[in-house]
Each structure stands twice: as C-alpha cells, then as structure tokens.
C-alpha cells in the first residue's frame, strides 16, 4: 500500500493534539508526519507514534522544503486563508478546519457520513464545517433524505471548549471568581445567548454559520432554518435541539428506524437514557435522543443531538475526510 506524507498546522492548540490522537487511533497510511505552528510554538518537540518532532514554524519556505500530499488545518482563518494555497500549490490537498473556505464557490464542505460524493478529484482546498452544524447534520441528512426537509429550528448549548484553550480557561477561572478574558461575560455559573460577533439582522456569525452551512451540505438552498447559539458551562461536549418539518408523513416509529440505521449515529431514546456531554466526550458518533413527534405540525419531529465537538465536530471529521480520499485513490 502507497504511503503518504501529511502536515498538522496548528498542531499545538486544542484541535490539533485531537488530530494527533485520533491519527494515532485510525492508522492511516502515513509515513511521515510534518507539525507547524506559529513562530512563538516553532522548535518545540512534540511527542507522537514514539518519535519527537520539532514543531516548524509556518512560512512558505518551510513548506516548499517538504513534500506533503495531505494537510490538516485548524489555525484560523486567516492562516488558513494565507497559507492553504501554499500547500495546494506544493502538491497538498488541504482540509481546513476554520471557517474561511467553508462557504466558497467550487470548495466541498463536508460530512463523510452525510455527502463524502461532493469531494471531486480536482478539489484541493475541503473545508470542515462547524462542529455544531456537523452533528447536526448528521442526524437530519438520512431523515432529510426520507422524507424531505421543510424547516429546522436550531437552539445549541455550546461547551467552552469550542472557544478553544480561552474558553476552558474562562470557565475553570470563574469558578475562582476572576473575570473572564476570552468572554464578554462569566460563563461560569451563567449562559451566554451570544456566540461571535453580532450581524446586522440580529442573528450571530455562530448562527448564520449554522443555517449557510446547513444548507450547503444537505445541497438544499431553499429550505428554511432557523438558529439560536448558546454557551453553556460545559468543558466538552455541544448539544442541540432540533425541530425538525417534513414534506412527507412520517411516523415516530419510521423516524427511530431512519436514524437507527444512520451511519455514525447511536439512538438513546429510552426514558432516563439520553445523550449528555458526559457520555459522549471521547466518542466520534454523534447520539441522538428525546425523539418525539412535533404535536403543532402534520410532519414534524423533536430530536435532542449531542456530540463531542473537538473530536467529531473537528478532528475526527477532517481525519474522516483524508480516509476518504486515500480510499477512493
């Protein structure tokens, strides 16, 4: 079997340590792994499959010195804009876990689970959707592919590790009672309705994220969603409500089957026997729940989503991605 060389770009942050152990776990078929980071993280040794690897600083000098057919992204958006090309243009396929591509015209966004066909021989920049958006999807593309989405309604509860190492850092030194730097507000003890900035029709970047996104992946541009995006004092682990209307009739029994048979997708629908961050932290399916039928519309479902968000909602999706590609060489 061929073998192949891959980059990590942001390999000392949250995510990306999460690439390093689910890469670990997977066993793809790489023979050598190149880590970057910023020029403050360059010359650190990380430890990784019983090797020490001195972490590169990002520059297109170093890039160009290695040959890499596979970069993993998750550095932020505007490293990702800067320096994708870069590695496209040295012979890498990229998948970038920020924000930056996800939207852009000829770049796949995707969910293996849910549409790993959008990926197309010349596509050399995969975007990694939102993390929220990704368990989301999970759940709603086989019963959207059943009985034909009408309208979503989206309200998350969204854990501080999706802010990454700030926002863990915010909730564990609230609870000592310091202000928080990387919030506007304490996240301790509280909830915050607010996740990015504020868009001009009251909506955040978070929400309109997600409804974009949403969209996009389930290749579905006229179907009507809505979002509320919350911060809630969980270290791991978003959860989401979804209101769901179909076109088609549907029964609760017809819905639990479709989801049952879902790739990536384990139902906990027994009383007292529901999805929580606690359970699913460190677990790559997304877990689905609290399945009842919407008692207001002809067609319409309740389902109770959560996933762990560092490793599904961004690591183990673009890891995913790669196994994809490998594969279909």
């Known amino acids: 079997m061929k073998k192949y060389n891959m980059a990590i770009v942001g390999v000392t942050g949250v995510v990306g340590r999460m690439f390093l152990k689910v890469l670990a776990e ?18 650190l040794a990380v430890e990784f499959l019983g090797k020490k690897h001195t972490v590169l600083e990002l520059n297109a000098k170093n890039i160009k010195r290695k040959k890499i057919d596979y970069a993993l992204f ?53 975007a990694n959707p939102n993390c929220t958006t990704i368990q989301a999807v999970a759940a709603l593309a086989p019963l959207h592919n059943a009985f034909l989405l009408k309208r979503v309604i989206y309200s998350t509860y969204q854990a501080v590790s999706g802010a990454g190492k700030a926002g863990i850092d915010d909730l564990a030194t609230g609870a000592k009672g310091e202000r928080p730097k990387k919030f506007i507000y304490p996240i301790y003890n509280n909830v915050l309705p607010h996740i990015d900035a504020f868009m001009d029709d009251g909506y955040t970047k978070e929400e309109h994220k997600m409804i974009n996104e949403t969209k996009k992946i389930l290749n579905a541009l006229a179907l009507r969603v809505s979002a509320t995006t919350v911060r809630v004092p969980v270290v791991n682990g978003h959860s989401i409500c979804i209101n769901a209307e179909f076109e088609k009739k549907c029964t609760l029994k017809e819905v639990i089957e479709v989801l049952e048979n879902a790739e990536g997708i384990v139902v906990c629908n027994k009383n007292n026997n529901y999805p929580m961050p606690l359970t699913v932290s460190g677990k790559d399916e997304v877990y689905v729940g609290r399945i009842r039928m919407d008692c207001t519309v002809e067609s319409g479902v309740n389902l109770w989503v959560v996933a762990d968000n560092i490793r599904k909602g961004a690591a183990t999706n673009a890891v995913q991605i790669v196994e994809k590609l490998i594969n279909k060489k």
Do not use: C, H
């Open 26 to 43: 997977r066993k793809l078929p790489i023979n050598k792994y190149y880590f970057f980071a910023s020029q403050k993280s360059a010359g």
């Open 74 to 126: 998750s550095a932020g958006g505007a490293v990702s804009g800067e320096f994708a090309p870069l590695f496209v243009k040295s012979g890498a396929t990229v998948v970038d876990n920020s924000s930056f591509w996800r939207m852009e015209e000829g770049v796949p966004l995707v969910v293996p689970e849910v549409n790993a066909d959008a990926i197309g021989k010349r596509n050399r920049i995969i």
